[in-house]
Nanobody, 125 residues
Framework: QLQLVESGGGLVQPGGSLRLSCSAS????????IGWFRQAPGKEREAVSC????????NFADSVKGRFTMSRDNAKNTVYLQMNSLKPEDTAIYYC??????????????????WGQGIQVTVSS
C-alpha cells in the first residue's frame, strides 16, 4: 500500500525553525519529484516548494525563498522541508505530495498524483 506521511509540525514562535519530514512507504521516493503545499484557513492551497527526482534541483515560492530548503535522505526514503525564520503567515496545514511524471525540472510538481494527509504548522507568539 502506498503511504506518504508528514511529521515534524507543531507550534513555533516567529523567527523559529521547524523541519518537516515526508516519509514514504510502498514506493521509492527518490524516483519522483516531491512537493510541499500548504493551505491556511480561508485561503487557497498554494505550492511551497519542490525537489526533483534525485534531489539535484529545487524551487520555492517567492514567499519562502531564502528561508526554506529541501533535501532528500534516500536511505530513509524521506524528504525534508527545513523552515527557518518562520513568520505568522507561514501558519497552515502543510502537505507532502508526489509528482510521478515530472517530465522536466520546470514542470515538476505542477501535477500531483498522490497526497499526504497534511500536518499543522502554527507560527505564533
Amino acid at each position: 500500500q502506498l503511504q506518504l506521511v508528514e511529521s515534524g509540525g507543531g507550534l513555533v514562535q516567529p523567527g523559529g525553525s521547524l523541519r518537516l519530514s515526508c516519509s514514504a512507504s510502498g514506493f521509492i521516493l527518490d524516483y519522483y519529484a516531491i512537493g510541499w503545499f500548504r493551505q491556511a484557513p480561508g485561503k487557497e492551497r498554494e505550492a511551497v516548494s519542490c525537489i526533483s527526482s534525485g534531489g539535484s534541483s529545487t524551487n520555492f515560492a517567492d514567499s519562502v525563498k531564502g528561508r526554506f530548503t529541501m533535501s532528500r535522505d534516500n536511505a530513509k526514503n524521506t524528504v525534508y522541508l527545513q523552515m527557518n525564520s518562520l513568520k505568522p503567515e507561514d501558519t497552515a496545514i502543510y502537505y507532502c505530495a508526489v509528482d510521478f511524471y515530472p517530465r522536466t525540472v520546470e514542470r515538476m510538481c505542477k501535477t500531483i498524483d498522490y497526497w499526504g494527509q497534511g500536518i499543522q504548522v502554527t507560527v505564533s507568539s
